[in-house]
């Protein structure tokens, strides 16, 4: 029991499962000892920076950004946010979203050694969230125990198989090369914001030519391509750009909220600070933000470093060909300026979904829907990668227009996902990365429409077609 313990600490740990995975990569590529620990320590402490730069931005400069922009515009409704509602579900399912997260990535391997896709998922957290919506929606059916924890397994190793499978093609356009996938659950929402970008290309015939001709497509303006006058040039680091267009939107929210109120009644780190003007506080939260992102992008390059040679010591011996699908924030250091339009854009579209729900409500004059108040951390992270593949599509404008489609997709699916995952019980928050609202729904109804065999066999299927299938093509 111990053993078993130990082993879903490891599995549930990012950083330790990223540092495993380089250490067998490299000790079957019969590497010395030196080479070994230097790369697996390396891996580690890549990851271990990535994810303090996500968790600073996310309890720091995000959450502030957040709550005053709630308290700015006086709404209280669902802010989706990931890690709040599957922790939800982890505390009331443990057991079985640990036995399923474990299955699900043993799925996965067998997958990638087995079939046609070999993408082996390493964003051990997304796998547990979506351990965790799995077991939600299918304990809403009529399902037995064993049935959930092997539907879910399948499901959860199929998805982290052909999702980045899916998104591929897009990947190769933004990194210029196949070395890498993307192991993130919002695939759906990046390949509709980078279609949008496309449609918004400068040059609509070459859109339509072959695969070939599309991926030397280099005419079009991009986002990284915006010229500055010579006494702007330093807005070219994106550290300084950051800052500067973190700094004069915490100035426009913190100036409205100190106007007629004393910060400190707001949770929010001014209060522990020991800040006693508002403009210092907003310039010490644009640079808090941009050490955030830039100890993000140190860590994509360490990890990136020591991962994609190690793999070829699993590729070689374990599963010919197979990919790393890694998290998404190795996309932003491709595009740092259409990372950071991607994310505005996103949550302007958020915001607009969000004042077409109060003006649905206000003419009815209750509560038709729930208001989903756009989610800083989401919008960050999934638009600002749907900002750099509606980048690499269509250049500043397909940024900009499929970064903003992206927003308005996420409100919409974590508004439509809320009702399966009811019986959580939850106020307040639901999921917000595409595929898991996607899943969410789809699996959720069919678990209440089918029996535990019918989705038991269902499950099956989605895991054994695409292997099918690519043998029939054969």
Request: glycine share 10%; with cysteine.
């Amino acid at each position: 029991m111990q053993m078993l313990q130990t082993i879903r600490e490891i599995l549930a740990t990012p950083a330790i499962l990223v540092g495993f995975i380089v250490l067998v990569g490299l000790v079957l590529q019969k590497k010395p000892v030196d080479h070994v620990i230097k790369g697996t320590v390396t891996a580690l402490v890549g990851f271990v920076m990535l994810s303090v730069g996500s968790e600073f931005l996310q309890n720091g400069a995000l959450k502030d950004f957040g709550e005053l922009f709630q308290y700015d515009f006086h709404i209280q409704g669902v802010i989706p946010n990931m890690e709040v509602v599957s922790a939800f579900g982890i505390q009331e399912y443990a057991t079985t979203v640990s036995e399923m997260m474990i299955l699900g990535m043993a799925v996965n391997l067998l997958l990638a050694k087995f079939g046609p896709r070999p993408y082996i998922f390493l964003t051990g957290h997304h796998t547990l969230y979506m351990a965790s919506l799995l077991t939600v929606v299918l304990y809403a059916g009529e399902m037995s125990g064993w049935q959930i924890l092997i539907t879910g397994s399948l499901l959860l190793g199929a998805l982290m198989t052909y999702l980045p499978a899916m998104m591929q093609k897009e990947m190769v356009r933004v990194t210029g090369n196949d070395r890498i996938a993307l192991g993130h659950f919002s695939i759906v929402g990046y390949l509709i914001a980078a279609k949008v970008g496309a449609l918004m290309g400068e040059n609509k015939t070459e859109q339509q030519q072959t695969e070939q001709c599309e991926a030397a497509e280099t005419k079009k303006k991009s986002a990284e391509d915006v010229k500055f006058p010579a006494k702007l040039s330093f807005m070219r680091d994106s550290t300084v750009g950051i800052f500067l267009v973190m700094t004069v939107i915490f100035l426009l929210l913190t100036g409205l909220a100190v106007h007629g109120i004393n910060l400190a009644e707001l949770d929010i780190s001014y209060k522990s600070g020991g800040y006693q003007n508002w403009i210092i506080y907003a310039v010490i939260q644009g640079a808090k933000f941009s050490v955030g992102i830039y100890i993000i992008l140190a860590g994509v390059r360490l990890i990136i470093a020591e991962i994609v040679p190690a793999f070829k010591g699993i590729a070689a011996k374990i599963v010919p060909d197979a990919k790393p699908a890694v998290d998404c924030p190795v996309l932003f250091s491709y595009a740092p300026n259409a990372a950071m339009i991607g994310f505005l854009m996103s949550f302007l579209g958020g915001i607009v979904t969000m004042a077409c729900l109060i003006g649905m409500n206000a003419v009815r004059g209750d509560l038709l829907l729930p208001v989903i108040v756009p989610g800083v951390a989401a919008h960050f992270f999934c638009g600002g990668s749907a900002g750099v593949f509606a980048n690499a599509r269509g250049g500043l404008k397909g940024c900009l227009v499929g970064a903003f489609v992206h927003g308005i997709i996420l409100s919409l699916l974590a508004l439509a996902v809320m009702p399966v995952i009811g019986n959580l019980n939850l106020s307040g928050t639901s999921f917000s990365d595409s595929d898991f609202c996607i899943v969410g729904i789809i699996i959720g109804n069919l678990g209440t429409l089918c029996s535990g065999y019918v989705m038991l066999a269902l499950s099956v299927l989605g895991v054994a077609a695409p292997v099918i299938w690519e043998k029939i093509k054969k």
